[in-house]
């Protein structure tokens, strides 16, 4: 090679070395994204302050195994499971007359149990969904009511205390003039 060729490739070489890399003009880039591009979704959804899911169906099975699936689908969609419990089973007779007469033919106790699985932290677009999804899920024989929470849910968990509400009215009683004097108190 003619020392013109060597001093032209030498000049073409420092050349290239004088200009920067499209990677080095350009600077750093976030690999994810390289095909689509991200945007900040700046709306906001409402959300509902306490859900209540109750079930309530014959078979304790299938409504404990339904309890179970609520609660881990209320997981997997981002809900906070505040409280999952049992209510008292309420038991029911059911009677059977022979054909055509008054006379029983046969007494079945029919118990209804019932479920609920209480939800906080609900975004309302997320909960459609949840909704849905649980609702297909449904075994048979299971109905599911879905609400906000009120006192009343609260105070339907608890078995009443009979002896208690017996002993308080008798205190209640006690204040009564009347009631006093019968007893010979005053």
Do not use: C
């Not at 350009?26 to 906001?44: A, H, I, M, N, T």
Request: charged share 30%; no cysteine; glycine share 4%.
């Amino acid at each position: 090679m003619s020392s013109k060729a060597v001093s032209v490739v030498s000049r073409i070489a420092s050349q290239s070395r004088r200009f920067a890399s499209l990677r080095e003009t350009v600077g750093e880039r976030d690999p994810s994204l390289l095909y689509e591009p991200k945007f900040q979704d700046k709306r906001e959804f409402p959300e509902y302050n306490t859900i209540n899911v109750r079930i309530q169906g014959h078979d304790f099975g299938s409504l404990e195994k339904y309890q179970a699936y609520i609660h881990k689908t209320a997981k997997r969609f981002g809900f906070s499971v505040s409280d999952s419990y049992a209510v008292a089973a309420q038991t029911q007779k059911a009677i059977t007359y022979k054909p055509y007469s008054t006379v029983a033919e046969s007494e079945i106790d029919l118990s209804t149990y019932d479920r609920v699985v209480r939800l906080t932290e609900v975004s309302a677009p997320r909960f459609s969904l949840f909704s849905q999804i649980i609702r297909v899920h449904i075994p048979v024989g299971v109905t599911m009511t879905v609400k906000e929470h009120e006192k009343a849910d609260e105070d339907s968990r608890y078995i009443p205390d009979q002896l208690l509400k017996q002993k308080q009215e008798e205190l209640k009683a006690l204040d009564d003039p009347n009631v006093r004097r019968n007893l010979g108190w005053e």
